[in-house]
């Protein structure tokens, strides 16, 4: 019974299917080597991230052996994620809802579709350099009770950044970003290099923390001074990163007093979540108890998840004592040949 036989009963579908972002996806040789099949995945296990996600739309959500059960309409929804992969090809375990009011589903989502990011800042180089919070990040893997993670810059610096993230330095939303100017009137500085060397410590020049590369597509990075031992000045930056390291004082250009530059740059854009429209007046149900859901009206047919208690639910057909339903919140959707079907008595139809 497809989807396209609902209109049959006076209720017209549309799913406006939000734009969403898939994470991206480093495509090493390494990565690409890995087999695609569920049985070959390495998962570790350990973080366990749990927040308001927007996955791509039409993400799928698949079983233990890589088949189809429901799908991500890209709407905001409730998710637990876990048992991330050692690889960025590989999948993540993924169950939806609250225990309350939702659609539960458990199953396993590509790792790429869903969105992360800086849920506080995130270290590059301890004591010094910082992924800043609320900035986006790819996924490269897990391992050591951490997730591998990368931010990649376009402006004013033209480069990737890789850190080892504690699991609760990570989040499925985007968190509000921290100030991005320091504070009080301290002097500025721009880069005139394409290059800039980052120290630990002005003391040992040798031992270079990283290497900036400016970006020629925009204007150069603002830095702000705190300190100059000699030839060596600490300075600050705030925007996709956080720096607060020495550099060579000949390698910046000083500002005159008073003068600042706007150097904030962006990191993604907004995001259009998936809406349900239904026309005339559908029957809405609420469930009372966990009542199982599955993609066919078959008692052999096993449940792909459940409707949790005070879920609301549009009812589109009804056959034979099933009821086809949809949830009214549009968490999950189902795959593209089935429906989410339950038993007519188990909401008291």
């Given amino acids: 019974m497809a989807v396209d036989r609902f209109t049959a009963f006076g209720l017209g579908l549309a799913l406006i299917l939000g734009a969403g972002r898939a994470a991206s996806d480093p495509g090493s040789k390494r990565s690409a080597a890995v087999a695609a099949k569920p049985s070959a995945e390495r998962r570790v296990a350990g973080c366990r991230v749990q927040g308001t996600a927007e996955p791509r739309a039409n993400?799928?959500?698949?079983?233990?052996?890589?088949?189809?059960?429901?799908?991500?309409?890209?709407?905001?929804?409730?998710?637990?994620?876990?048992?991330?992969?050692?690889?960025?090809?590989?999948?993540?375990?993924?169950?939806?809802?609250?225990?309350?009011?939702?659609?539960?589903?458990?199953?396993?989502?590509?790792?790429?579709?869903?969105?992360?990011?800086?849920?506080?800042?995130?270290?590059?180089?301890?004591?010094?350099?910082?992924?800043?919070?609320?900035?986006?990040?790819?996924?490269?893997?897990?391992?050591?009770?951490?997730?591998?993670?990368?931010?990649?810059?376009?402006?004013?610096?033209?480069?990737?950044?890789r850190a080892w993230a504690p699991c609760a330095a990570v989040s499925l939303s985007r968190p509000a970003a921290a100030p991005v100017t320091p504070k009080g009137d301290a002097p500025g500085y721009v880069v005139r290099r394409a290059r800039l060397d980052l120290l630990g410590d002005p003391r040992k020049p040798e031992a270079r923390l990283l290497t900036l590369q400016s970006s020629s597509q925009a204007p150069p990075a603002l830095f702000f001074g705190r300190e100059q031992r000699g030839s060596f000045l600490r300075v600050e930056y705030r925007g996709e990163l956080i720096i607060d390291a020495w550099v060579r004082a000949g390698d910046l250009e000083a500002l005159p007093p008073g003068e600042a530059l706007d150097q904030l740059g962006t990191d993604g854009g907004s995001r259009i979540s998936a809406q349900l429209a239904v026309q005339g007046e559908p029957r809405v149900v609420k469930a009372l108890r966990e009542v199982p859901f599955r993609a066919r009206a078959l008692d052999s047919e096993p449940p792909i998840g459940v409707i949790e208690p005070e879920a609301e639910a549009y009812v589109l057909d009804v056959v034979a004592g099933w009821v086809s339903v949809m949830p009214k919140s549009l968490q999950v959707v189902p795959r593209p040949d089935g429906q989410f079907w339950v038993r007519a008595e188990e909401l008291g139809m």
């Fill in 59 to 161: 993400a799928p959500i698949e079983d233990a052996q890589g088949r189809l059960v429901a799908r991500f309409s890209g709407a905001v929804t409730e998710l637990v994620v876990e048992a991330f992969p050692a690889e960025p090809n590989g999948r993540v375990r993924v169950t939806t809802g609250t225990g309350k009011g939702s659609f539960r589903v458990h199953g396993f989502t590509p790792v790429r579709e869903l969105s992360l990011y800086a849920a506080s800042p995130i270290a590059v180089a301890p004591g010094h350099v910082w992924i800043a919070q609320g900035k986006s990040l790819s996924y490269l893997g897990s391992g050591r009770g951490a997730l591998h993670v990368e931010k990649r810059v376009s402006v004013p610096f033209a480069q990737s950044f």
